[in-house]
């Protein structure tokens, strides 16, 4: 397992995580591509590989806190802990500052097993 800070470079492999999602991550298709391309530049982005395989990755955003706004493993490398070892790698990255993580109710069981703790309600303002 490595860790890496997103580079253009791994722009495909990336980008093949992404669709291998289908439809709920449209990041990949060509309406949505052009701009999260920018994101990711303009974020703080770090990957995950199993050998030379990129297996996950985590998309920040680095203020006075950290937030995570993207966090995705492969559904063939999920349960373990590749999730876990970007948090943590993010929180590493970021010792002085307090680290959020943005989810649905699709991840709450998840955060739940990592105890992590709710804090407060995000809303969509358009």
Known sequence: MLI???????ETQLFSLIQSEGTEWEY???????????????SETFVIFEGDVLVGYARTLNDYIIWIIDLLVHRDYRGKQYGK?????VCAQNPTKDVYVLGGDDVLAYYNKLSYKPEGIVYKVN
């Open 28 to 42: 990949w298709q060509p309406s949505h591509k052009a701009n999260y391309t920018e994101a990711l530049v303009n």
């Open 4 to 10: 890496l800070k997103y580079t253009t470079k791994f």
């Open 85 to 89: 070892h970007l948090m943590e790698h």
